[in-house]
């Protein structure tokens, strides 16, 4: 069986160490996972032309709102926040020939990976959230805000129209949605930070952040670890959360969609220390 987490870049994914260390601590040694450079436009072509032997895809940027059209059916959440991470293959029915794949399901890890992450940090049920960036990630994070019962979620971005194409997400989760312009990220007044920006967009305001006492800054961002605005946080006092949290998060949900197993992981975490320190 295989599987393979796609997007572009896509060289930096970690997804494969993971992933391929949990199939050989779950005894799968048939099992297989590979990083593929897919842009948007090629996402359609590429899963169409999958075979059986496909057990599902990790997908990352820029991949997560596009992973929805391509798919048979949508979860819930994923269709809730309109972003996937992960498409999974789900068996043929039993009116179909032997050798038919089955159809594609859509699912969000990302949002339950992020409410593993910050309720092991300690973040408590009715936080103050303020969310950096408005794209596939900023959408899960709306939705793991509403799974921690947030008072309300400020989202700051560089693009005010990406601010209101959010505001139909916040809706249907029951999030009370506050939208700022970029520019006050000077000051991070909230009780959680998550940042859901592209790499370096955010580092400029490492230097300019005025940080709440006791805030947990959770930055999205695995590559280059640790950012800018991640030492910022730590040398305010900050706790800081690491994409690598996520990255071991999600993998873990998605390991157990592909398999049907449990994850290992203690192994997939081992895995993915020693790589970071090779």
Same mark, same amino acid.
């Given at each position: 069986?295989?599987?393979? +987490?796609?997007?572009? &870049?896509?060289?930096?994914?970690?997804?494969?160490?993971?992933?391929?260390? %949990? /199939?050989? @601590?779950? %005894?799968?040694?048939? $099992?297989? /996972?590979?990083?593929?450079?897919?842009?948007?436009?090629?996402?359609?072509?590429?899963?169409?032309?999958?075979?059986?032997? $496909?057990? %599902?895809?990790?997908? !990352?940027?820029?991949?997560?709102?596009?992973?929805?059209?391509?798919?048979?059916?949508?979860?819930? +959440?994923a269709a809730a926040i309109g972003a996937a991470n992960t498409l999974v293959?789900? &068996?043929?029915?039993?009116?179909?020939?032997?050798? #038919?794949? %089955? @159809? $594609? /399901?859509?699912?969000? !890890?990302?949002?339950?990976?992020? +409410?593993? +992450?910050? !309720? #092991?940090?300690?973040?408590?049920?009715g936080a103050d959230v303020t969310v950096l960036g408005a794209g596939g990630t900023a959408r899960a994070a709306l939705a793991a805000a509403a799974r921690l019962a947030a008072a309300g979620v400020t989202v700051l971005a560089r693009r005010p129209a990406a601010i209101n194409e959010l505001r139909p997400v916040a809706d249907a989760l029951g999030v009370a949605l506050t939208g700022a312009d970029w520019t006050d990220a000077v000051r991070l007044d909230a009780d959680v930070v998550i940042a859901c920006v592209p790499k370096g967009v955010a580092d400029p305001l490492a230097g300019a952040v005025r940080w709440r006492p006791g805030c947990v800054f959770f930055d999205a961002l695995y590559d280059p670890w640790p950012t800018p605005l991640a030492v910022a946080a730590e040398a305010a006092g900050c706790p800081v959360l690491s994409g690598l949290d996520l990255l071991l998060a999600q993998a873990a949900g998605q390991f157990e969609l592909f398999t049907r197993r449990t994850a290992p992981r203690t192994a997939m975490a081992a895995a993915l220390v020693a790589a970071r320190r090779a």
């Open positions: 069986m295989r599987a393979a +987490v796609l997007g572009k &870049p896509i060289g930096h994914s970690l997804s494969p160490v993971i992933h391929n260390a %949990g /199939y050989a @601590a779950a %005894g799968l040694p048939g $099992w297989s /996972y590979t990083a593929i450079e897919c842009a948007e436009a090629e996402l359609p072509g590429l899963v169409a032309g999958l075979g059986p032997e $496909w057990a %599902g895809l990790s997908l !990352t940027m820029p991949l997560k709102e596009a992973a929805l059209a391509v798919a048979g059916e949508v979860s819930p +959440v293959r789900r &068996p043929p029915p039993a009116s179909a020939a032997s050798s #038919a794949p %089955g @159809a $594609w /399901y859509a699912e969000n !890890t990302d949002v339950a990976g992020m +409410v593993e +992450v910050l !309720t #092991a940090a300690g973040v408590p049920a």
